[in-house]
């Protein structure tokens, strides 16, 4: 066997080696836990606004909104849309607007103070 054809079977036999071993070293990462402050509220769709928001920003962006009515939101959830061109489609834009609505919509009014 000529040394170009022995060094040639080496370097296979050693990169075979090699790629073995470092496919028997597999490493995995452990990532903290989410911050529970940033965690949506239980409730219907919760899961849809989850998975549909989430694929552009943290729920943070959610949870840390003033306090909007319906219409409002679902302006919101539109803009995500048309602005931003988050993938979601009608019924599941619906789904998430009425779900923030629910969770996160407008506070009730303080009722008013009488008039000293």
């Known amino acids: 066997m000529s040394n ?4 040639i079977a080496i370097l296979v036999v050693m990169l075979s080696l090699t790629g073995a071993a470092l496919a028997q070293q ?3 990462i452990q990532l903290p836990s989410d911050n529970p402050v940033s965690q949506l509220k239980p409730g219907t ?3 849809v606004a989850s998975l549909n928001c989430a694929i552009c920003h ?8 003033p306090p909007m009515n ?7 959830v539109q803009k995500m849309i048309t602005a931003y061109g988050a993938p979601i ?3 599941d ?10 969770a996160y919509g407008a506070q009730p009014a303080a009722p ?3 008039a000293n």
């Open 45 to 47: 769709g919760v899961n």
């Open 89 to 91: 489609n009608a019924a």
């Open 70 to 76: 319906a219409a409002q939101w679902n302006a919101e």
């Open 26 to 28: 597999q490493k995995s």
């Open 112 to 114: 008013a103070r009488p």
């Open 4 to 7: 170009r054809k022995l060094g």
């Open 58 to 65: 943290s729920v943070d962006y959610i949870i840390r909104q």
């Open 93 to 102: 834009a619906k789904t998430i607007a009425d779900y923030i609505f629910a």
